[in-house]
Protein backbone atom coordinates (compact mmCIF):
# COMPACT_ATOMS: atom_id res chain seq x y z
CA UNK A 1 0.00 0.00 0.00
CA UNK A 2 1.11 3.37 -0.89
CA UNK A 3 1.17 6.74 -0.07
CA UNK A 4 -0.41 8.55 -2.92
CA UNK A 5 -0.58 7.82 -6.99
CA UNK A 6 0.97 10.93 -8.97
CA UNK A 7 -0.77 9.77 -12.15
CA UNK A 8 -3.85 10.11 -11.14
CA UNK A 9 -4.87 6.72 -12.17
CA UNK A 10 -5.79 5.56 -8.41
CA UNK A 11 -5.60 6.91 -4.81
CA UNK A 12 -3.57 5.50 -2.71
CA UNK A 13 -4.67 4.45 1.04
CA UNK A 14 -2.53 6.96 3.22
CA UNK A 15 -4.15 10.02 1.53
CA UNK A 16 -7.23 8.72 0.14
CA UNK A 17 -9.66 11.28 -0.40
CA UNK A 18 -6.77 13.54 0.58
CA UNK A 19 -3.85 14.46 -1.74
CA UNK A 20 -3.68 15.99 -5.46
CA UNK A 21 -2.45 14.10 -8.44
CA UNK A 22 -0.36 15.89 -10.48
CA UNK A 23 -2.60 15.79 -13.43
CA UNK A 24 -5.01 17.65 -11.94
CA UNK A 25 -2.70 20.55 -10.92
CA UNK A 26 -1.44 20.47 -14.31
CA UNK A 27 -4.80 20.90 -15.57
CA UNK A 28 -5.71 24.28 -13.86
CA UNK A 29 -2.05 25.39 -15.04
CA UNK A 30 -2.50 29.46 -15.79
CA UNK A 31 -2.30 29.71 -19.40
CA UNK A 32 -0.47 32.47 -20.13
CA UNK A 33 -0.55 34.74 -22.95
CA UNK A 34 1.96 34.91 -26.03
CA UNK A 35 4.79 36.93 -24.27
CA UNK A 36 6.31 35.56 -21.28
CA UNK A 37 5.26 37.12 -18.32
CA UNK A 38 7.79 37.16 -15.40
CA UNK A 39 6.25 38.50 -12.60
CA UNK A 40 2.68 38.10 -10.66
CA UNK A 41 2.11 41.99 -11.02
CA UNK A 42 2.92 41.17 -14.54
CA UNK A 43 0.07 38.35 -14.53
CA UNK A 44 -2.27 40.64 -12.90
CA UNK A 45 -2.47 43.31 -15.11
CA UNK A 46 -2.79 40.91 -18.15
CA UNK A 47 -6.04 38.66 -16.49
CA UNK A 48 -7.14 42.28 -15.60
CA UNK A 49 -7.33 43.38 -18.91
CA UNK A 50 -8.69 40.59 -20.40
CA UNK A 51 -11.18 39.48 -18.14
CA UNK A 52 -14.03 41.37 -20.08
CA UNK A 53 -15.25 43.18 -23.04
CA UNK A 54 -13.96 46.66 -22.69
CA UNK A 55 -16.76 47.57 -24.25
CA UNK A 56 -19.16 46.07 -21.76
CA UNK A 57 -17.53 47.82 -19.34
CA UNK A 58 -17.84 51.21 -21.12
CA UNK A 59 -21.63 50.71 -21.99
CA UNK A 60 -21.92 49.98 -17.95
CA UNK A 61 -20.04 52.99 -17.26
CA UNK A 62 -21.88 55.23 -19.85
CA UNK A 63 -25.26 54.23 -18.09
CA UNK A 64 -24.70 54.29 -14.61
CA UNK A 65 -22.65 57.88 -15.27
CA UNK A 66 -26.27 59.10 -17.27
CA UNK A 67 -28.75 57.40 -14.38
CA UNK A 68 -26.62 58.87 -11.91
CA UNK A 69 -26.72 62.38 -13.44
CA UNK A 70 -30.39 62.56 -14.65
CA UNK A 71 -31.32 61.47 -10.41
CA UNK A 72 -28.98 64.13 -9.64
CA UNK A 73 -30.65 66.80 -11.87
CA UNK A 74 -33.97 65.86 -11.15
CA UNK A 75 -33.33 66.04 -6.67
CA UNK A 76 -31.60 69.68 -7.57
CA UNK A 77 -34.90 70.45 -9.54
CA UNK A 78 -36.93 69.53 -6.34
CA UNK A 79 -35.07 71.56 -3.83
CA UNK A 80 -33.22 74.27 -5.53
CA UNK A 81 -29.69 75.72 -4.26
CA UNK A 82 -31.39 78.16 -1.40
CA UNK A 83 -30.04 75.34 1.35
CA UNK A 84 -26.87 73.64 1.11
CA UNK A 85 -27.93 71.34 3.73
CA UNK A 86 -30.62 70.31 1.21
CA UNK A 87 -28.46 70.33 -1.95
CA UNK A 88 -25.72 68.66 -0.29
CA UNK A 89 -28.54 65.62 -0.14
CA UNK A 90 -29.68 65.80 -3.75
CA UNK A 91 -26.19 65.23 -4.68
CA UNK A 92 -25.09 62.45 -2.10
CA UNK A 93 -27.46 59.94 -2.34
CA UNK A 94 -27.39 59.00 -6.07
CA UNK A 95 -23.60 59.61 -6.14
CA UNK A 96 -23.02 57.54 -3.34
CA UNK A 97 -25.09 54.60 -4.79
CA UNK A 98 -23.27 55.02 -8.28
CA UNK A 99 -20.19 55.03 -6.23
CA UNK A 100 -21.21 51.46 -5.31
CA UNK A 101 -22.47 49.83 -8.30
CA UNK A 102 -19.06 51.53 -10.06
CA UNK A 103 -16.91 49.05 -7.71
CA UNK A 104 -19.15 46.08 -9.17
CA UNK A 105 -18.86 47.31 -12.65
CA UNK A 106 -14.76 47.82 -12.38
CA UNK A 107 -13.20 46.18 -9.82
CA UNK A 108 -13.76 43.03 -11.22
CA UNK A 109 -10.48 41.56 -9.54
CA UNK A 110 -12.09 41.03 -6.59
CA UNK A 111 -15.60 40.32 -8.02
CA UNK A 112 -16.40 36.66 -7.98
CA UNK A 113 -19.78 35.37 -10.27
CA UNK A 114 -18.95 32.33 -7.87
CA UNK A 115 -19.69 33.67 -4.54
CA UNK A 116 -23.13 34.12 -3.38
CA UNK A 117 -22.24 36.77 -0.93
CA UNK A 118 -20.93 38.56 -4.12
CA UNK A 119 -23.99 38.16 -6.49
CA UNK A 120 -26.47 39.17 -3.06
CA UNK A 121 -24.43 41.84 -2.46
CA UNK A 122 -24.71 43.63 -5.96
CA UNK A 123 -28.26 43.08 -6.44
CA UNK A 124 -28.31 45.04 -3.06
CA UNK A 125 -26.72 47.71 -4.51
CA UNK A 126 -28.21 47.82 -7.45
CA UNK A 127 -31.43 47.96 -5.42
CA UNK A 128 -30.35 50.55 -3.20
CA UNK A 129 -29.70 52.86 -6.11
CA UNK A 130 -33.44 52.76 -7.26
CA UNK A 131 -35.13 55.92 -7.55
CA UNK A 132 -38.53 55.57 -5.39
CA UNK A 133 -37.36 57.99 -1.97
CA UNK A 134 -35.41 60.77 -4.04
CA UNK A 135 -36.54 64.13 -3.49
CA UNK A 136 -36.79 63.91 -7.23
CA UNK A 137 -39.26 61.73 -7.76
CA UNK A 138 -41.65 63.17 -4.61
CA UNK A 139 -41.78 66.15 -6.72
CA UNK A 140 -42.44 64.72 -10.09
CA UNK A 141 -45.35 63.33 -8.16
CA UNK A 142 -46.76 66.14 -6.98
CA UNK A 143 -46.52 67.64 -10.07
CA UNK A 144 -47.69 65.86 -12.98
CA UNK A 145 -50.08 64.22 -10.49
CA UNK A 146 -51.63 67.33 -8.21
CA UNK A 147 -55.70 66.01 -8.21
CA UNK A 148 -54.62 62.79 -6.99
CA UNK A 149 -51.83 63.87 -4.28
CA UNK A 150 -53.03 61.58 -1.71
CA UNK A 151 -52.89 58.56 -4.39
CA UNK A 152 -49.59 59.83 -5.28
CA UNK A 153 -48.55 60.22 -1.36
CA UNK A 154 -49.90 56.82 -1.06
CA UNK A 155 -47.54 55.28 -4.05
CA UNK A 156 -44.36 57.00 -2.44
CA UNK A 157 -44.70 56.10 1.00
CA UNK A 158 -45.79 52.35 0.04
CA UNK A 159 -43.24 52.20 -2.55
CA UNK A 160 -40.12 53.31 -0.16
CA UNK A 161 -41.85 50.76 2.40
CA UNK A 162 -40.71 48.01 0.26
CA UNK A 163 -37.80 49.29 -1.26
CA UNK A 164 -36.40 49.71 2.55
CA UNK A 165 -37.83 45.95 3.14
CA UNK A 166 -36.31 44.75 -0.16
CA UNK A 167 -32.92 46.06 1.06
CA UNK A 168 -32.77 44.78 4.29
CA UNK A 169 -34.21 41.83 3.76
CA UNK A 170 -31.22 41.26 1.38
CA UNK A 171 -28.60 42.68 4.32
CA UNK A 172 -30.67 39.53 6.42
CA UNK A 173 -29.81 37.33 3.30
CA UNK A 174 -26.30 37.78 3.58
CA UNK A 175 -25.80 37.14 7.24
CA UNK A 176 -27.46 34.08 7.09
CA UNK A 177 -24.70 33.20 4.40
CA UNK A 178 -21.89 34.30 7.13
CA UNK A 179 -23.60 31.91 9.74
CA UNK A 180 -23.40 29.08 7.03
CA UNK A 181 -19.75 30.05 6.44
CA UNK A 182 -19.42 29.72 10.53
CA UNK A 183 -20.99 26.69 11.11
CA UNK A 184 -23.94 27.74 12.08
CA UNK A 185 -25.98 25.93 9.19
CA UNK A 186 -29.16 25.72 11.80
CA UNK A 187 -29.16 29.24 12.83
CA UNK A 188 -28.83 30.52 9.34
CA UNK A 189 -31.80 28.05 8.22
CA UNK A 190 -34.09 28.79 11.13
CA UNK A 191 -32.92 32.83 10.43
CA UNK A 192 -33.90 32.26 7.00
CA UNK A 193 -37.47 31.07 7.48
CA UNK A 194 -38.25 33.29 9.92
CA UNK A 195 -37.09 36.49 7.91
CA UNK A 196 -38.96 34.68 5.09
CA UNK A 197 -42.37 34.66 7.11
CA UNK A 198 -41.84 38.04 8.37
CA UNK A 199 -40.96 39.06 4.85
CA UNK A 200 -44.04 37.45 3.54
CA UNK A 201 -46.23 39.40 6.30
CA UNK A 202 -45.32 42.79 5.43
CA UNK A 203 -46.09 41.93 1.61
CA UNK A 204 -49.52 40.59 2.33
CA UNK A 205 -50.01 43.84 4.72
CA UNK A 206 -49.12 46.45 2.25
CA UNK A 207 -50.69 44.01 -0.37
CA UNK A 208 -54.14 44.12 1.52
CA UNK A 209 -54.09 48.16 2.17
CA UNK A 210 -53.61 48.64 -1.73
CA UNK A 211 -56.46 46.94 -2.74
CA UNK A 212 -58.36 48.37 0.00
CA UNK A 213 -57.48 51.54 -1.18
CA UNK A 214 -58.23 50.83 -4.83
CA UNK A 215 -61.47 49.30 -4.04
CA UNK A 216 -62.69 52.44 -1.89
CA UNK A 217 -63.01 49.72 0.77
CA UNK A 218 -63.84 51.57 4.31
CA UNK A 219 -60.52 51.11 7.07
CA UNK A 220 -62.83 50.67 9.76
CA UNK A 221 -61.75 46.69 10.10
CA UNK A 222 -57.66 46.62 9.77
CA UNK A 223 -57.06 43.85 12.08
CA UNK A 224 -55.71 41.44 9.68
CA UNK A 225 -53.49 44.34 8.65
CA UNK A 226 -52.20 44.55 11.85
CA UNK A 227 -51.94 41.74 13.06
CA UNK A 228 -49.83 40.69 9.56
CA UNK A 229 -47.64 43.62 10.33
CA UNK A 230 -47.37 42.78 13.77
CA UNK A 231 -46.32 39.36 12.78
CA UNK A 232 -43.56 40.99 10.39
CA UNK A 233 -42.09 43.15 12.90
CA UNK A 234 -41.55 39.67 15.63
CA UNK A 235 -40.02 37.74 12.58
CA UNK A 236 -37.53 41.20 12.22
CA UNK A 237 -36.78 40.87 15.86
CA UNK A 238 -36.18 37.77 16.05
CA UNK A 239 -34.13 37.56 13.12
CA UNK A 240 -31.86 40.37 13.75
CA UNK A 241 -31.36 39.34 17.39
CA UNK A 242 -30.39 35.74 16.80
CA UNK A 243 -28.25 37.00 14.30
CA UNK A 244 -26.35 39.50 16.24
CA UNK A 245 -26.10 36.94 19.55
CA UNK A 246 -24.58 34.28 17.13
CA UNK A 247 -22.18 36.16 15.54
CA UNK A 248 -20.84 37.86 19.03
CA UNK A 249 -20.91 34.19 20.60
CA UNK A 250 -18.39 32.92 17.82
CA UNK A 251 -16.41 36.13 18.18
CA UNK A 252 -15.92 35.81 21.77
CA UNK A 253 -14.95 32.60 21.77
CA UNK A 254 -12.27 33.45 19.26
CA UNK A 255 -11.21 36.04 20.98
CA UNK A 256 -10.69 34.09 24.06
CA UNK A 257 -8.94 31.24 22.47
CA UNK A 258 -5.51 30.59 23.52
CA UNK A 259 -2.75 32.04 21.41
CA UNK A 260 -2.11 34.78 19.77
CA UNK A 261 -3.26 34.87 15.87
CA UNK A 262 -3.55 38.31 14.79
CA UNK A 263 -5.49 37.38 11.83
CA UNK A 264 -8.04 35.03 13.98
CA UNK A 265 -8.23 38.24 16.41
CA UNK A 266 -8.97 40.44 13.66
CA UNK A 267 -11.32 38.65 11.91
CA UNK A 268 -13.27 38.13 15.47
CA UNK A 269 -13.26 42.31 15.29
CA UNK A 270 -14.64 42.14 11.79
CA UNK A 271 -17.06 40.14 12.82
CA UNK A 272 -18.48 41.87 15.89
CA UNK A 273 -18.47 45.20 13.48
CA UNK A 274 -20.85 42.99 11.60
CA UNK A 275 -22.97 41.71 14.31
CA UNK A 276 -23.18 45.75 15.51
CA UNK A 277 -24.49 46.54 12.40
CA UNK A 278 -26.87 43.12 11.89
CA UNK A 279 -29.06 45.97 15.01
CA UNK A 280 -27.99 49.15 13.95
CA UNK A 281 -28.46 48.75 10.45
CA UNK A 282 -32.28 47.89 10.34
CA UNK A 283 -32.97 50.09 13.06
CA UNK A 284 -31.75 53.05 11.57
CA UNK A 285 -33.78 52.18 8.51
CA UNK A 286 -36.93 51.89 10.11
CA UNK A 287 -36.10 55.39 12.19
CA UNK A 288 -35.74 57.01 8.51
CA UNK A 289 -38.37 55.75 7.32
CA UNK A 290 -40.44 57.00 10.02
CA UNK A 291 -38.73 60.28 9.24
CA UNK A 292 -39.03 60.12 5.45
CA UNK A 293 -43.28 59.06 5.52
CA UNK A 294 -43.85 61.55 8.24
CA UNK A 295 -42.78 64.66 5.94
CA UNK A 296 -44.24 63.14 3.15
CA UNK A 297 -47.25 63.25 4.82
CA UNK A 298 -47.17 67.16 6.09
CA UNK A 299 -45.62 67.43 2.55
CA UNK A 300 -48.68 66.26 1.00
CA UNK A 301 -50.78 68.12 3.68
CA UNK A 302 -49.35 71.37 3.27
CA UNK A 303 -46.75 71.58 0.67
CA UNK A 304 -43.14 71.37 1.27
CA UNK A 305 -40.73 73.00 3.95
CA UNK A 306 -37.27 73.08 4.31
CA UNK A 307 -37.85 71.83 7.87
CA UNK A 308 -39.76 68.85 6.67
CA UNK A 309 -37.76 68.39 3.54
CA UNK A 310 -34.32 67.96 5.91
CA UNK A 311 -36.20 64.92 7.60
CA UNK A 312 -35.36 62.91 4.44
CA UNK A 313 -31.73 63.00 5.59
CA UNK A 314 -31.92 60.14 7.87
CA UNK A 315 -32.65 57.97 4.94
CA UNK A 316 -29.66 59.04 2.78
CA UNK A 317 -27.56 58.40 5.94
CA UNK A 318 -29.05 55.05 6.14
CA UNK A 319 -28.31 54.56 2.91
CA UNK A 320 -25.05 55.70 3.01
CA UNK A 321 -24.42 52.55 6.08
CA UNK A 322 -26.15 49.68 4.05
CA UNK A 323 -23.58 50.37 1.27
CA UNK A 324 -20.55 50.54 3.71
CA UNK A 325 -22.25 47.63 4.91
CA UNK A 326 -22.79 45.85 1.61
CA UNK A 327 -19.11 46.59 0.42
CA UNK A 328 -16.85 46.40 3.52
CA UNK A 329 -18.41 43.48 5.06
CA UNK A 330 -18.23 41.51 1.95
CA UNK A 331 -15.03 41.85 1.05
CA UNK A 332 -15.12 44.08 -2.35
CA UNK A 333 -13.29 47.30 -0.75
CA UNK A 334 -11.15 47.73 2.09
CA UNK A 335 -7.90 46.03 3.18
CA UNK A 336 -6.13 43.00 1.26
CA UNK A 337 -7.25 41.10 4.33
CA UNK A 338 -10.24 41.46 4.18
CA UNK A 339 -10.62 40.40 0.67
CA UNK A 340 -11.75 36.70 1.47
CA UNK A 341 -14.40 36.89 4.63
CA UNK A 342 -15.64 33.75 3.72
CA UNK A 343 -12.69 32.13 3.91
CA UNK A 344 -11.76 33.68 7.18
CA UNK A 345 -14.76 32.81 8.59
CA UNK A 346 -14.59 29.07 7.80
CA UNK A 347 -11.41 29.39 9.78
CA UNK A 348 -12.92 30.66 12.66
CA UNK A 349 -15.45 27.89 12.64
CA UNK A 350 -12.91 25.47 12.48
CA UNK A 351 -11.09 27.22 15.61
CA UNK A 352 -14.30 27.96 17.72
CA UNK A 353 -15.76 24.15 17.67
CA UNK A 354 -18.40 24.64 15.02
CA UNK A 355 -16.49 23.23 12.08
CA UNK A 356 -15.75 19.37 11.93
CA UNK A 357 -12.26 17.99 13.35
CA UNK A 358 -13.56 14.49 12.57
CA UNK A 359 -10.02 12.24 13.14
CA UNK A 360 -9.34 9.35 10.29
CA UNK A 361 -7.71 5.88 12.33
CA UNK A 362 -4.57 5.51 11.06
CA UNK A 363 -3.68 1.49 9.79
CA UNK A 364 -0.26 0.37 10.24
CA UNK A 365 -1.26 -2.95 8.61
CA UNK A 366 -1.68 -6.30 10.62
CA UNK A 367 0.22 -9.25 10.57
CA UNK A 368 -1.45 -12.61 12.07
CA UNK A 369 0.89 -14.95 12.98
CA UNK A 370 -1.00 -17.79 13.00
CA UNK A 371 -2.59 -16.57 9.12
CA UNK A 372 -1.74 -19.33 5.78
CA UNK A 373 -2.50 -15.67 3.71
CA UNK A 374 -1.01 -12.03 3.19
CA UNK A 375 -2.23 -9.46 1.43
CA UNK A 376 0.72 -7.62 0.23
CA UNK A 377 -0.37 -5.02 -2.30
CA UNK A 378 -3.70 -3.31 -2.93
CA UNK A 379 -5.28 -0.66 -5.18
CA UNK A 380 -6.04 2.30 -2.74
CA UNK A 381 -8.90 3.90 -5.07
CA UNK A 382 -11.68 0.63 -4.56
CA UNK A 383 -11.54 2.46 -1.03
CA UNK A 384 -14.71 0.66 0.32
CA UNK A 385 -13.12 -3.22 -0.25
CA UNK A 386 -10.33 -1.49 1.40
CA UNK A 387 -12.53 -0.76 4.48
CA UNK A 388 -14.41 -3.96 4.68
CA UNK A 389 -10.63 -5.43 4.20
CA UNK A 390 -9.66 -3.09 7.16
CA UNK A 391 -12.69 -4.21 9.72
CA UNK A 392 -12.12 -8.14 8.17
CA UNK A 393 -8.58 -8.74 9.31
CA UNK A 394 -8.69 -6.70 12.34
CA UNK A 395 -11.62 -8.56 13.64
CA UNK A 396 -10.92 -11.85 12.86
CA UNK A 397 -7.92 -11.25 15.31
CA UNK A 398 -10.00 -10.70 18.06
CA UNK A 399 -11.60 -14.75 18.01
CA UNK A 400 -9.23 -17.27 18.47
CA UNK A 401 -8.79 -19.60 15.78
CA UNK A 402 -9.60 -17.20 13.16
CA UNK A 403 -6.60 -15.84 12.00
CA UNK A 404 -6.90 -16.65 8.38
CA UNK A 405 -5.26 -13.91 6.70
CA UNK A 406 -3.03 -10.87 7.19
CA UNK A 407 -2.80 -7.49 5.38
CA UNK A 408 0.37 -6.21 5.00
CA UNK A 409 -0.46 -2.49 3.67
CA UNK A 410 -0.34 0.72 5.72
CA UNK A 411 -2.84 4.15 5.61
CA UNK A 412 -1.00 7.45 6.88
CA UNK A 413 -3.60 9.97 8.19
CA UNK A 414 -1.32 12.45 10.04
CA UNK A 415 2.08 12.97 11.14
CA UNK A 416 1.90 11.25 14.23
CA UNK A 417 1.32 8.27 11.88
CA UNK A 418 3.65 8.66 9.66
CA UNK A 419 2.17 10.75 6.78
CA UNK A 420 5.39 13.36 5.07
CA UNK A 421 7.88 11.71 7.28
CA UNK A 422 10.71 9.84 5.71
CA UNK A 423 12.72 6.65 6.41
CA UNK A 424 16.18 5.98 5.50
CA UNK A 425 17.58 3.84 3.18
CA UNK A 426 20.07 1.20 3.90
CA UNK A 427 21.12 0.50 0.71
CA UNK A 428 21.69 4.53 0.02
CA UNK A 429 23.17 5.77 3.21
CA UNK A 430 22.12 9.36 3.79
CA UNK A 431 19.06 9.30 1.55
CA UNK A 432 15.82 8.06 1.92
CA UNK A 433 13.68 6.08 -0.01
CA UNK A 434 11.93 8.74 -2.02
CA UNK A 435 14.87 8.45 -3.95
CA UNK A 436 15.05 5.01 -4.98
CA UNK A 437 10.97 4.72 -5.50
CA UNK A 438 10.36 7.65 -7.03
CA UNK A 439 13.22 9.86 -8.40
CA UNK A 440 12.57 13.20 -8.61
CA UNK A 441 9.05 14.55 -8.06
CA UNK A 442 7.68 17.14 -9.86
CA UNK A 443 6.94 20.08 -7.78
CA UNK A 444 3.39 20.28 -8.65
CA UNK A 445 3.10 17.36 -6.31
CA UNK A 446 3.94 20.31 -3.75
CA UNK A 447 -0.08 21.72 -4.62
CA UNK A 448 -2.76 20.35 -3.53
CA UNK A 449 -5.93 21.41 -5.31
CA UNK A 450 -9.48 20.82 -4.32
CA UNK A 451 -12.44 21.92 -6.59
CA UNK A 452 -15.69 22.88 -4.83
CA UNK A 453 -18.68 23.67 -6.19
CA UNK A 454 -19.62 26.85 -4.59
CA UNK A 455 -23.21 26.07 -3.78
CA UNK A 456 -21.78 22.80 -1.64
CA UNK A 457 -19.12 24.59 -0.39
CA UNK A 458 -20.44 24.87 2.95
CA UNK A 459 -21.73 21.46 3.48
CA UNK A 460 -21.37 19.06 5.82
CA UNK A 461 -19.75 16.73 3.07
CA UNK A 462 -17.45 18.73 2.01
CA UNK A 463 -16.49 20.69 5.18
CA UNK A 464 -15.50 17.47 6.13
CA UNK A 465 -13.55 16.67 3.03
CA UNK A 466 -11.63 20.12 3.04
CA UNK A 467 -10.71 19.58 6.20
CA UNK A 468 -9.10 16.51 5.56
CA UNK A 469 -7.32 18.11 2.78
CA UNK A 470 -5.79 20.67 5.36
CA UNK A 471 -4.68 18.43 7.92
CA UNK A 472 -3.29 16.23 4.94
CA UNK A 473 -1.33 19.37 3.62
CA UNK A 474 -0.05 20.01 6.59
CA UNK A 475 0.98 17.03 7.73
CA UNK A 476 2.86 17.14 4.23
CA UNK A 477 4.28 20.22 4.30
CA UNK A 478 1.92 20.97 0.72
CA UNK A 479 0.44 23.98 -0.71
CA UNK A 480 -3.24 24.08 -0.47
CA UNK A 481 -5.51 25.99 -2.80
CA UNK A 482 -9.51 25.41 -2.83
CA UNK A 483 -10.88 26.78 -6.35
CA UNK A 484 -14.62 27.01 -5.40
CA UNK A 485 -16.14 30.85 -5.39
CA UNK A 486 -12.93 33.30 -6.66
CA UNK A 487 -12.76 35.16 -9.51
CA UNK A 488 -11.08 33.72 -12.47
CA UNK A 489 -8.65 36.67 -12.12
CA UNK A 490 -8.03 36.02 -8.45
CA UNK A 491 -7.84 32.20 -8.91
CA UNK A 492 -4.94 32.43 -11.42
CA UNK A 493 -3.03 34.73 -9.30
CA UNK A 494 -3.62 32.49 -6.19
CA UNK A 495 -2.50 29.61 -8.49
CA UNK A 496 0.36 31.42 -9.93
CA UNK A 497 1.79 32.63 -7.09
CA UNK A 498 1.34 29.14 -5.03
CA UNK A 499 3.40 27.40 -7.82
CA UNK A 500 6.19 29.50 -7.55
CA UNK A 501 6.12 28.61 -4.29
CA UNK A 502 5.73 24.84 -4.94
CA UNK A 503 8.67 24.84 -6.97
CA UNK A 504 11.04 26.68 -4.08
CA UNK A 505 9.75 24.01 -1.79
CA UNK A 506 10.48 21.00 -4.11
CA UNK A 507 14.02 22.70 -4.55
CA UNK A 508 14.27 22.98 -1.15
CA UNK A 509 13.53 19.39 -0.30
CA UNK A 510 15.55 17.91 -3.01
CA UNK A 511 13.06 16.49 -5.13
CA UNK A 512 11.41 14.38 -2.51
CA UNK A 513 8.02 13.19 -2.43
CA UNK A 514 5.69 15.28 0.39
CA UNK A 515 3.96 12.31 1.13
CA UNK A 516 7.16 10.61 2.60
CA UNK A 517 8.66 7.17 2.60
CA UNK A 518 7.99 6.33 6.31
CA UNK A 519 5.00 4.45 4.81
CA UNK A 520 7.35 2.26 2.95
CA UNK A 521 9.62 1.39 6.06
CA UNK A 522 6.28 0.00 7.74
CA UNK A 523 5.03 -1.37 4.72
CA UNK A 524 8.51 -3.46 4.21
CA UNK A 525 8.78 -4.50 7.86
CA UNK A 526 4.79 -6.38 7.32
CA UNK A 527 5.99 -7.85 4.29
CA UNK A 528 9.65 -9.15 6.15
CA UNK A 529 7.29 -10.10 8.72
CA UNK A 530 4.65 -12.45 6.44
CA UNK A 531 7.33 -13.57 4.47
CA UNK A 532 9.58 -15.00 7.81
CA UNK A 533 5.97 -16.67 8.88
CA UNK A 534 5.98 -18.49 5.61
CA UNK A 535 2.60 -16.67 4.55
CA UNK A 536 1.47 -16.86 0.85
CA UNK A 537 1.76 -13.38 -0.56
CA UNK A 538 -0.91 -12.21 -2.52
CA UNK A 539 -1.53 -8.75 -4.81
CA UNK A 540 -4.57 -7.21 -6.13
CA UNK A 541 -4.67 -5.59 -9.30
CA UNK A 542 -7.29 -2.90 -11.11
CA UNK A 543 -10.15 -4.49 -12.88
CA UNK A 544 -9.22 -6.56 -16.03
CA UNK A 545 -5.62 -5.54 -15.38
CA UNK A 546 -4.27 -8.08 -13.11
CA UNK A 547 -0.68 -8.64 -14.06
CA UNK A 548 -0.05 -5.29 -15.89
CA UNK A 549 2.16 -2.68 -15.12
CA UNK A 550 5.06 -3.58 -13.32
CA UNK A 551 8.33 -2.07 -13.44
CA UNK A 552 11.64 -3.79 -12.24
CA UNK A 553 12.99 -2.10 -9.17
CA UNK A 554 16.44 -0.27 -11.13
CA UNK A 555 13.76 0.91 -13.46
CA UNK A 556 11.77 3.01 -10.91
CA UNK A 557 13.38 6.28 -11.73
CA UNK A 558 13.05 6.20 -15.49
CA UNK A 559 10.22 7.87 -16.08
CA UNK A 560 10.18 6.34 -20.23
CA UNK A 561 9.93 2.89 -17.89
CA UNK A 562 7.13 4.59 -15.86
CA UNK A 563 5.04 6.17 -18.67
CA UNK A 564 5.11 2.80 -20.52
CA UNK A 565 4.11 0.69 -18.01
CA UNK A 566 1.26 2.96 -16.92
CA UNK A 567 -0.32 3.14 -20.41
CA UNK A 568 -2.62 0.38 -19.25
CA UNK A 569 -1.76 -0.38 -15.89
CA UNK A 570 -3.23 -2.69 -12.99
CA UNK A 571 -1.01 -0.99 -10.41
CA UNK A 572 -1.28 2.55 -8.53
CA UNK A 573 1.80 4.81 -8.34
CA UNK A 574 2.89 3.51 -5.01
CA UNK A 575 1.64 -0.72 -5.88
CA UNK A 576 4.48 -0.12 -8.57
CA UNK A 577 6.98 0.00 -6.12
CA UNK A 578 5.50 -2.30 -3.91
CA UNK A 579 5.72 -5.04 -6.32
CA UNK A 580 8.89 -4.24 -7.81
CA UNK A 581 10.57 -4.56 -4.21
CA UNK A 582 8.64 -8.27 -3.82
CA UNK A 583 10.15 -9.23 -7.15
CA UNK A 584 13.66 -7.64 -6.16
CA UNK A 585 13.86 -9.66 -3.04
CA UNK A 586 13.25 -12.65 -5.08
CA UNK A 587 9.72 -13.66 -3.27
CA UNK A 588 7.05 -15.30 -5.00
CA UNK A 589 3.20 -14.21 -4.59
CA UNK A 590 -0.09 -14.66 -6.64
CA UNK A 591 -2.02 -12.15 -8.57
CA UNK A 592 -5.84 -11.34 -8.30
CA UNK A 593 -7.90 -9.27 -10.01
CA UNK A 594 -9.40 -6.58 -7.49
CA UNK A 595 -13.05 -8.57 -8.68
CA UNK A 596 -12.28 -11.59 -6.80
CA UNK A 597 -11.18 -9.89 -3.41
CA UNK A 598 -14.60 -10.40 -1.44
CA UNK A 599 -14.83 -14.11 -2.53
CA UNK A 600 -10.88 -13.98 -1.40
CA UNK A 601 -11.52 -12.76 1.49
CA UNK A 602 -14.67 -15.47 1.89
CA UNK A 603 -11.86 -18.39 1.13
CA UNK A 604 -9.42 -17.20 3.31
CA UNK A 605 -11.65 -16.94 6.44
Same mark, same amino acid.
Given at each position: MSARDPTGESLELPLRGASLVASAAAKHQPQGPKRRRTTLAELGEYLETHSEPVSLTKTGRLALAAYTSLRVLANLC????????????AVLRPVM?????? &??? +??? $????? @??? /??? =???RTIFSLAFFIADEGFRYALRRYAPSHRWAAGFVSLVGTLLWEVVCNFMQVLMTNL???????????????? #????? &? #???????????????????NDDLSLVYSLAQLSLLCCLVTLLTQCCSL +????CSALRAPGDD????? !??? &?????? /??VILGPSLSFFAYFRYGHSTVVMWRSGPTT??? @???? =?? !???? &?? %???? !?????????? @? %? =?NRPMDAFRQLADLSGFGFASKRIAFPGHINRTAAKCVVSFPGKYSELWDEAVSAVTSQAEI????? =??????? /?? $??????? %?????? $??????????????????????????????? $??????????? @????????GQLLLIKSDQSDVEWQLQLAEATEKAQQLCFERGGRAPWGCQWFEEWKRNLDLAAQLGQELHVFYFAERKGQGKVPWDQLCDDAAKERARQNSGLGASQTAEVAYIERMGLSFVEHDIRDFKEFMAGAG
Open positions: AVGWDDVHLTCDTGFGIY &FFL +CKN $DRFSE @KSL /LHI =WSRKLRALGRSFTGQFCHA #VAVTG &F #VSILISGGLVVVRRLASIS +CIVAESIRS !TAF &FLLGNA /LLTNA @KLGT =WL !TVDI &FL %QICN !TLMLNGMVGP @K %Q =WAGMER =WSLACVF /LT $DADSGLG %QHAENP $DTPGKCWCHSIYGHVPAETYLSVVEVEPEHL $DSQAHRQMVSF @KRSDAEAM
